[in-house]
Each structure stands twice: as C-alpha cells, then as structure tokens.
C-alpha cells in the first residue's frame, strides 16, 4: 500500500469474488484524521454495471445527474461538514469563492497554504466536467445538510 499524499494521485485495485459492497479503512497511520479515511466499492455484475453506467451518462448529458453532489459529500463535506459550517476543515458555508466557478477551481485544483490554513489541492485529476458539475451545485450555496 502506498501512502495517502494530499495532491498526489494514489491507485490500488482489489478482484472482488462477488457482488457486493466491500469496505475498507486507510492503512497508514498517517495523521490526526485517519480514521475518516473510508472507502467502499459496490462491485456489480458486469451487465447491471454496463446498465448503471449508461444511465450516469446519459443523466450527465441531460444535465440531470448527481456528481456535483456526489463530489460535494464525498470531497469537500469530509472536512468542511455536509452543511460547509466546519468539521476538520473551517466553516466555508459563506465564502465567496464557492459562487465564483474560477476561483473554486483554482483552489480546488491548486490547493493553498498560508495564514488562513492548509488545503489540499483536492481536485488535481478532475476532469472540466467535474469541476463544472461541483461549481453548479455549489450555485446556490452549500445546501444544509445535502
């Protein structure tokens, strides 16, 4: 197992026997907040898994899909709250920059470290579309409790 690093971009695989949802916790004992770092993977047979796909396509097409919530809950909500009011991370439910689509990428895809605190450059492999999709949901504001 290689270490977790904020920014840099980790791959591991497992051969699932079965379907099913299979969990699995960091082994690193890497810092103040390992034990949030979960992980699942529902593993599905081949055609549901074809199926499942299509369909997140073709919701992502229509504009009617759930990745910029999903981004929100399993990204930014692991620090900032589901809420945004703090949880690891500080209260961002009323920054400026999560209405401000270039300014939400720079610091998600950048990161920063300063005076005002660490943040890891979270989204360094997301694609335009992901980005995209996390700055529409965000158009509104943090919604409480997503």
């Given at each position: 197992?290689?270490?977790?690093?904020?920014?840099?971009?980790?791959?591991?695989?497992?051969?699932?026997?079965?379907?099913?949802?299979?969990?699995?916790?960091?082994?690193?004992?890497?810092?103040?907040e390992?034990?949030h770092?979960?992980?699942?993977?529902?593993v599905?047979?081949?055609?549901?898994?074809?199926?499942?796909?299509?369909?997140?396509?073709?919701?992502?097409?229509?504009?009617?899909?759930?990745?910029?919530?999903?981004?929100?809950?399993?990204?930014?909500?692991?620090?900032?709250?589901?809420?945004?009011?703090?949880?690891?991370?500080?209260?961002?439910?009323?920054?400026?920059?999560?209405?401000?689509?270039?300014?939400?990428?720079?610091?998600?895809?950048?990161?920063?470290?300063?005076?005002?605190?660490?943040?890891?450059?979270?989204?360094?492999?997301?694609?335009?579309?992901?980005?995209?999709?996390?700055?529409?949901?965000?158009?509104?504001?943090?919604?409480?409790?997503?």
């Amino acid at each position: 197992m290689r270490p977790a690093i904020p920014g840099q971009v980790n791959e591991t695989w497992f051969q699932a026997e079965s379907p099913g949802i299979y969990k699995g916790q960091c082994a690193e004992l890497c810092g103040l907040e390992h034990a949030h770092m979960t992980a699942a993977v529902e593993v599905l047979p081949r055609a549901e898994f074809d199926a499942w796909l299509a369909k997140r396509l073709e919701e992502q097409s229509a504009g009617t899909g759930e990745l910029g919530r999903e981004e929100w809950g399993g990204v930014c909500a692991k620090c900032h709250g589901l809420d945004g009011k703090g949880a690891v991370g500080p209260d961002i439910s009323a920054s400026a920059t999560l209405q401000d689509p270039q300014a939400l990428e720079t610091l998600i895809r950048n990161g920063r470290t300063g005076r005002r605190g660490v943040m890891p450059a979270v989204a360094a492999g997301w694609t335009s579309e992901q980005v995209a999709e996390l700055a529409d949901y965000l158009k509104n504001g943090v919604p409480s409790g997503s």
